[in-house]
């Protein structure tokens, strides 16, 4: 395979505030690439930089031989995005909505209600194509918006946060149309901070945290980076300041973090610490609920590397 995007020391400021600082990697053509990180971590900027929504005050980019700063209108043109926010108009339909955007693309005759029709039977919503976009749910917004993306059949498909907000059927579905869409063909560049998402879906990951690549590789070669260590997960009550302090000082933590009623603790000995981990837990005053020990994943790498969690 062959890089079809280059991102090289990508830099964009607002005012005194660095939102990308110095962000590189590439993206190798068929592949779908993950770009997991907090809210605020950057991702959304990087993706605005990459589809020429914004300029960069530093680095570049190049898709397909083109740079953003030289060449915006051929970059464009080998793109498809997918934004955060549903751009779509309420009061048309989906199909008036499609066809709207297939015009925008070029598109137009036979090849347009061609590429509507089939832009349908990806999001599912063949049936309802005819009801007001403002009549769906949040889960077939999302659907149409990505099938807005790829009316035109893009080489490139941005995606970012495409599920937020949304139910459990319709985030399987997006998920499924990401993977059959790569399976046609198309690289995927999709951003989230789900780390289950980018686990299931993606290729290659980039961890991005304040700006900046913390970590590039497989799913394999990032949980090589907590290699040798158990995770540790705590159901537990709320945990305080002082709680979290305790479990962090104990003999044999690596790091440790708690989010939504949950402890996290990474260690390179489970069963020697288990013990330590309660009792600090309950002298603390906190009430656990259960303890299992895991095997790495994204979420324990982001630990490792910013001793915080990813949801924080």
């Known amino acids: 395979m062959s890089s079809i995007v280059q991102v090289t020391d990508l830099v964009k400021r607002f005012g005194d505030f660095t939102a990308v600082d110095g962000v590189s990697f590439s993206i190798e053509e068929g592949e779908v690439f993950g770009l997991l990180g907090p809210n605020g971590a950057g991702k959304t900027t990087t993706i605005s930089m990459i589809s020429c929504l914004l300029g960069p005050d530093g680095g570049n980019v190049?898709?397909?031989g083109h740079s953003v700063k030289t060449a915006s209108t051929a970059v464009k043109r080998e793109l498809g995005v997918v934004p955060q926010e549903v751009a779509l108009y309420p009061t048309l339909s989906a199909a008036e909505n499609l066809a709207f955007w297939g015009r925008m693309y070029g598109l137009s005759g036979t090849a347009l209600k061609s590429a509507v029709a089939d832009a349908l039977v990806l999001a599912g919503l063949e049936d309802r194509s005819k009801e007001r976009?403002?009549?769906?749910?949040?889960?077939m917004k999302r659907r149409i918006n990505i099938a807005a993306g790829v009316l035109h059949k893009p080489r490139v498909l941005l995606m970012?946060?495409?599920t937020v907000g949304i139910d459990p059927q319709s985030r399987n579905h997006i998920l499924e149309t990401v993977k059959d869409l790569n399976a046609s063909g198309?690289?995927?560049l999709y951003t989230s901070?789900?780390?289950?998402?980018?686990?299931?879906?993606c290729d290659r990951i980039a961890i991005m945290d304040h700006g900046k690549i913390i970590a590039v590789g497989t799913l394999n070669e990032l949980r090589d980076v907590v290699g040798g260590m158990d995770v540790v997960s705590v159901s537990v009550s709320d945990v305080s300041d002082s709680t979290l302090s305790a479990v962090r000082v104990l003999a044999g933590v690596?790091?440790?973090d708690s989010t939504e009623g949950k402890l996290t603790v990474?260690?390179?000995?489970?069963g020697s610490i288990l013990g330590g981990l309660v009792a600090a837990l309950e002298s603390e005053g906190a009430h656990v609920t259960s303890v299992t020990v895991e095997e790495p994943n994204l979420e324990s790498v982001f630990l490792h590397l910013t001793g915080k969690s990813l949801r924080d």
């Open 186 to 188: 198309m690289t995927v």
């Open 193 to 201: 901070h789900y780390m289950e998402e980018v686990e299931f879906l």
């Open 133 to 139: 976009v403002e009549k769906y749910s949040g889960g």
């Open 266 to 270: 990474l260690t390179k000995s489970s």
């Open 62 to 64: 190049v898709v397909n």
């Open 254 to 256: 690596e790091s440790a």
């Open 160 to 162: 970012d946060e495409p």
